[in-house]
Nanobody, 121 residues
Framework: QVQLVESGGGLVQAGESLTLSCAAS????????IGWYRQVPGKQRELVAT???????NYADSVKGRFTISRDNAKNTVSLRMNSLRPEDTAVYYC???????????????WGKGTLVTVSS
């Protein structure tokens, strides 16, 4: 069992930066792939970025070049650095822990409760 707690959300202006953090409990945290999702009310949850236990990363095209995901396995934390924020980045951001499935890609198993990011224009 892995418990995830996000922090760092808030209100920023367009063009500014924000860093989200995800703190995890559980000694096997380092074995999981970590993924950040975001969701706007009424829309499907979108996978934003993933990072494997070895530090290999993937990003959605909408955030590539602006967001950076990183992890510290010794501290059981994952961060999402978000630069050049846009109003369309406004969403609830969720941290997840899961696995990479050969047939379907990243499959989340555990979820945090989310943190709200609001970007004003």
């Amino acid at each position: 069992q892995v418990q995830l707690v996000e922090s760092g959300g808030g209100l920023v202006q367009a063009g500014e930066s924000l860093t989200l953090s995800c703190a995890a409990s559980g000694s096997i945290f380092s074995t999981y792939v970590i993924g950040w999702y975001r969701q706007v009310p009424g829309k499907q949850r979108e996978l934003v970025a993933t990072i494997t236990r070895f530090g290999s990363t993937n990003y959605a095209d909408s955030v590539k070049g602006r967001f950076t995901i990183s992890r510290d396995n010794a501290k059981n934390t994952v961060s999402l650095r978000m630069n050049s924020l846009r109003p369309e980045d406004t969403a609830v951001y969720y941290c997840s822990a899961g696995l990479i499935m050969s047939s379907s890609g990243y499959a989340p198993l555990y979820w945090g409760k989310g943190t709200l990011v609001t970007v004003s224009s």
